[in-house]
């Protein structure tokens, strides 16, 4: 089964320092994972994905499947980097995502 | 501009009453999603649908359902509410095939069955 697990409900920050939000995933196949963000009275949105091997907001994001890992990096926190963010799983060529339980990041100035 | 949207925002209703939580998108996507997110839950998936006709159960499918009769809409059913299926309720789209593209959540219906 596809399961996808963030092991902080909460990480606290202050600004400048780095941040880095785990995910860890347990499956089978060969899968495809994403980092979505919801930020205060905004929607759910995609922040980054694996395949893209890009950097968004200065966040990045390494597949590891020897950890099965897909950790969210950023070196130097802002304060409008505080929200909701949620790690999420495909499988190959498919459309539904599954969605660990979410951190809640909060930088501090 | 091209939108999901979802209505209503805001409901209260009382256990055992039916309720439809509407969802229409405009941007002609094949694939349509249900999920309810929950605190130390995240989100989870009630059903979804990648086309007219089409309808699949997620993993938290149980005195839930949809139809899909046209391409822009995918609504919800709670057949007789429960005080456990209070939650914020999300719908999203995607366009099909190949990789698993960007979903676009709608702002989410605020439920409460008391």
């Known amino acids: 089964a596809q399961r996808v697990t963030q092991p902080e409900k909460l990480l606290s920050v202050f600004k400048g320092a780095p941040v880095e939000l785990k995910c860890n995933y347990s499956?089978?196949?060969?899968?495809?994972l994403f980092w979505y963000v919801q930020y205060s009275r905004q929607r759910l949105q995609l922040l980054l994905r694996?395949?893209s091997r890009e950097s968004i907001k200065g966040f990045t994001a390494d597949l590891n499947k020897g950890e099965t890992s897909f950790h969210l990096k950023k070196p130097f926190a802002q304060e409008e980097d505080s929200a909701m963010y949620y790690c999420?799983?495909?499988?190959?060529?498919?459309?539904?995502?599954?969605f660990g339980t979410g951190t809640r990041l909060l930088v501090s100035p | 501009d091209a939108e999901i949207t979802q209505s209503p925002r805001h409901k209260i209703t009382e256990t055992g009453r039916q309720v439809t939580l509407a969802c229409h998108q405009t941007?002609?996507?094949?694939?349509m999603f249900w999920y309810r997110q929950d605190l130390g839950h995240g989100l989870r998936l009630i059903h979804y649908s990648y086309g007219v006709q089409d309808t699949n159960k997620g993993e938290v499918s149980d005195g839930y359902s949809v139809s899909r009769s046209n391409t822009e809409d995918l609504p919800l059913t709670l057949e007789s509410a429960a005080s456990s299926q209070t939650s914020v309720y999300f719908c999203?789209?995607?366009?099909?095939?190949?990789?698993?593209?960007?979903?676009?959540f709608g702002e989410g219906s605020r439920l409460t069955v008391l």
């Open positions: 999203a789209s995607s366009e099909s095939k190949g990789a698993a593209g960007e979903l676009f």
């Open positions: 999420a799983l495909s499988h190959t060529g498919f459309q539904k995502l599954v």
């Open positions: 941007w002609n996507h094949n694939n």
């Open positions: 694996h395949i």
């Open positions: 499956y089978s196949g060969s899968p495809e």
